[in-house]
């Protein structure tokens, strides 16, 4: 094989690893979205960091993940309503505006020297609102930035390429700044950062199709909404999974403070050591899926890769060695990616237009809105039996989630293959859905 014809074939994989990017506006929204989901990891770390070296409380950290993501649980639902009525690049403008106004308030707090654990809180459960409409209206707005549904796959893995890079240069950025010049800085750059993703949308040309809708009442397109997804057995079970780990599961992200102080002796550099390594593995399982030409084995793929993702985790709790530590955080990493970004990708493949929003809002709720559960749940169980076993009932928690929808695996396979034939992903009836 010549020279040139290689780097033509490198060139022609590479094109096709990243088709998604061949649209303007999501290449407009991949650019901004990533320095500004950058600035927001750095936040998160430096909250976190703050609230424990503040209070020295595992029961705070839990408390302060809680209050974050609540608001998801009482607002999302509606939320997805409105995904579905207005303009969701508009939504989304303003989302990033109050989501920029409550970083630069934090900065000020801090950085005065005036911020009290009280103020942490109540700022929390405003970003926590804000994004129980970001959220739906954000994973609901990918399919207007990709016009062809075959793409819609590589989109979504980008979008978690996207999120895992900034999970591994933010805490990795925070864990410096943090060190040298504190967390008040670490808030300020945040608050900066939504500059980009804001410019982005407004240079955006959308032609998003609003649906009319039969009825005015929210409360009645809601219910609409509720018993569309209860039927749709995909929908329902992938659903399902997501809210079983996001409650037994997930709890580990906000126990990291504790081993990365507690367990493995380190200081704030190691949070950000063992984050950038999490995000590591996930981008890795990104690229993955990004490089996967159809939907097809998609099924099979969420039972293998949530049974990684709890082995990762069972491993790391037993873990006292920083080197070990970090390469089963890339497993965990791995895991956790392959199978949420498998999820999403089968519900926004089958959903039905008209009703995405109000689907992805369920699904937010579903991955977002029962992580405050789990993070309260996660911090009074460590607090009584310690970090290690936490989270070794979290891994075990993600297996066994595994095998309940591995007993669901045929009635998803039923429901699904008409709607891959009517969509041309598939040509004729596969022996299963893999």
Known sequence: ????????????????????????????????????????????????????????????????????????????????????????????????????????????????????????????????????VDVPTRQSFVIDMVEN????????????FMFNGARLVGPSIAGILIAYVGEGVCFLLNGISFFAIILALLAMTTNQKIQPQSSGAVLHQLKEGFRYAAGCAPIRYIILLLGLLSLLS????????????????????????????????????????????????????????????????????????????????????????VYMASCNTIVQTVVDEDKRGRVMSFYAIAFIGMAPFGSLIGGVIAHNIGAPLTLTLCGVSSIVGAILFYSRLPEIRKYVRPIYLRMGIIQEMPTELQ
Not at 149 to 160: E, M, Q, T, V
Request: hydrophobic residues 50%; glycine residues 10%; charged residues 10%.
């Open 1 to 132: 094989m010549s020279t040139k014809t290689y780097l033509d074939e490198k060139k022609s994989a590479l094109r096709f690893l990243m088709r998604a990017l061949a649209y303007r506006n999501y290449r407009l929204f991949f650019g901004g979205q990533s320095l500004s989901l950058t600035g927001t990891w750095m936040q998160q770390i430096a909250m976190s960091w703050l609230v424990y070296r503040m209070t020295n409380s595992i029961f705070l950290l839990g408390l302060i993940g809680f209050t974050g993501q609540i608001p998801t649980v009482i607002f999302g639902s509606f939320a997805g309503v409105y995904a579905d009525r207005l303009n969701r690049r508009n939504l989304l403008v303003a989302t990033q505006v109050f989501s920029m106004v409550q970083a630069f308030l934090l900065a000020f707090l801090t950085l005065t020297g005036s911020v009290a654990v009280w103020h942490l809180i109540v700022l929390s459960t405003i970003l926590g609102t804000v994004n129980a």
């Open 149 to 160: 549904k075959n793409d819609l796959g590589n989109a979504i893995a980008l979008n978690s």
């Open 250 to 337: 997930m709890p580990y992200i906000v126990l990291m403070p504790v081993f990365a102080r507690d367990i493995l002796h380190g200081g704030s550099h190691t949070l950000g050591l063992l984050t950038g390594a999490n995000g590591i593995g996930a981008l890795v399982g990104a690229l993955y899926l990004a490089s996967r030409k159809s939907v097809i084995g998609l099924g099979r793929l969420i039972i293998i890769s949530t049974c990684v993702f709890g082995c990762g985790l069972i491993a790391f709790s037993f873990s006292r060695c920083l080197p070990l530590s970090l390469c089963l955080m890339m497993v965990t990493g791995f895991g956790m990616i």
